[in-house]
């Protein structure tokens, strides 16, 4: 009884120290993300109210068809929502008018960084999912 009790107790240590980053640690580093890059021009962008059921990725896709550029979107909704896994129906996000942000050298550079930053976040996750960083990344090269 003892061995399965200290057995119990090894792994659930070890399955404690196996998360990268705690939901806490993912809200500031979104949010240094962004603090860090706000150079995007939001000039004639448009808004969209999240729905029940919305993901940013989804809002992304029909935005801009292609699903890797919500971090675009969570960049220009500052202090609208922080963590891509926390939005709510009624939030309002910032929609920013894509193609004259990558015509825009500087919009364009704040883009890159954030994408490659969402990257490096999904790399600190415990469950790491590499079509997401992988998607990220050839956006981020493609600017």
């Keep these: 009884m003892k061995k399965i009790v200290l057995t119990a107790l090894i792994i659930g240590v070890m399955m404690a120290m196996?998360?990268?980053?705690?939901?806490?640690?993912m809200d500031t580093q979104y949010k240094n993300l962004y603090d860090a890059n706000t150079g995007l021009d939001l000039t004639g962008a448009g808004t969209y109210t999240v729905k029940k059921g919305d993901t940013l990725s989804d809002i992304s896709r029909r935005s801009y068809n292609d699903g890797f550029y919500y971090p675009i979107i969570m960049l220009a909704s500052q202090g609208v929502?922080?963590?891509?896994?926390?939005?709510?129906?009624?939030?309002?996000?910032?929609?920013?008018?894509?193609?004259?942000?990558?015509?825009?050298?500087?919009?364009?550079?704040?883009?890159?960084?954030?994408?490659?930053?969402?990257?490096?976040?999904?790399?600190?996750?415990?469950?790491?999912?590499?079509?997401?960083?992988?998607?990220?990344?050839?956006?981020?090269?493609?600017?």
């Design 18 to 25: 196996s998360c990268k980053s705690t939901p806490k640690e």
């Design 81 to 143: 929502v922080i963590n891509p896994d926390k939005i709510r129906p009624g939030m309002v996000l910032t929609i920013p008018d894509l193609e004259k942000n990558k015509a825009n050298a500087n919009s364009r550079k704040s883009m890159k960084n954030c994408l490659n930053g969402f990257a490096n976040i999904e790399k600190g996750k415990s469950k790491l999912n590499q079509s997401l960083i992988e998607g990220f990344r050839k956006r981020a090269e493609e600017l």
